[in-house]
């Protein structure tokens, strides 16, 4: 909190990304949105290279992470009230939701084995590796462990990737298929606050009349994911992930 070249570079960063503002191009029938966050996530990747940060100044900025993400979760937490009656109707659907990220240990797990990832497959496969799953296989396994250089290296590039990947997706999803912005919306909720903004972000974009609705599912459905989310790791994904990593490690030792 005392470094202050830290916050002036900060504010510097996020002046020019607000100044460019949200950037918007046609991709066949859909459209893509490019938000400041992104090009503050790349100016700061940036900065890191040309010398402008420190290893020190990283640090410092990675431990303030949790406090402006509790700012912008206590932000999307006025926007729940007002649509809290379609929040409730909607909720078997936010709670089953969460089901959906065993889909990471099936198709995750198997590629993984398949570029030649031995137990780091467990680690970087049985979730999207966001601060409540690495800290899940840290307790379990160590983070100095194979699981725990998956985990972290999941974790890293989903920090840097992520938002991009979940933003792009979820414009194509809505303008490529018949899934409806609400359902678009509560899948948005993987657990990552910056993943979720940005894929409800571009979503907004699409259906601005559906700003507030959209935003509310988004958030309300990533708070349910770090509350059973955590859950489900410990209980389903990860001894799935462990249960299917045997299972095909031992089918490619024998070919």
């Not at 100044?19 to 029938?29: A, E, V």
């Not at 893509?32 to 890191?48: D, Q, W």
């Not at 100095?144 to 979940?166: A, K, N, P």
Request: charged share 15%; hydrophobic share 50%.
């Amino acid at each position: 909190m005392r470094n202050i070249k830290l916050h002036v570079l900060a504010l510097i960063l996020v002046i020019i990304a607000e100044w460019i503002g949200i950037f918007k191009f046609q991709l066949g029938r859909g459209i893509i949105s490019l938000f400041p966050m992104l090009y503050a996530l790349i100016f700061g990747i940036v900065a890191k290279f040309v010398k402008v940060a420190n290893e020190k100044d990283m640090g410092d900025a990675g431990s303030l992470v949790g406090v402006t993400l509790m700012l912008l979760m206590a932000k999307y937490g006025t926007t729940i009230g007002p649509t809290l009656p379609k929040i409730i109707s909607a909720s078997p659907a936010l709670i089953l939701q969460e089901i959906g990220n065993i889909g990471t240990v099936l198709l995750g797990v198997p590629v993984a084995i398949a570029l030649g990832l031995h137990r780091e497959a467990i680690g970087g496969a049985h979730s999207i590796a966001r601060e409540p799953n690495v800290a899940i296989i840290a307790d379990r396994f160590g983070l100095d462990s194979e699981e725990g250089e998956g985990v972290l290296g999941v974790y890293i590039v989903g920090t840097v990737f992520g938002t991009i990947f979940i933003g792009l997706l979820a414009s194509l999803l809505a303008s490529y298929t018949p899934l409806h912005p609400y359902s678009l919306a509560m899948a948005s909720g993987v657990g990552s606050a910056s993943m979720m903004t940005a894929s409800v972000g571009a979503l907004s974009t699409l259906y601005p009349d559906m700003t507030e609705t959209l935003t509310a599912f988004g958030a309300t459905s990533n708070m349910l994911s770090g509350l059973d989310g955590v859950y489900l790791s410990i209980w389903v994904s990860l001894p799935l992930a462990e249960w299917l990593y045997k299972k095909l490690q031992k089918r490619k030792e024998v070919k």
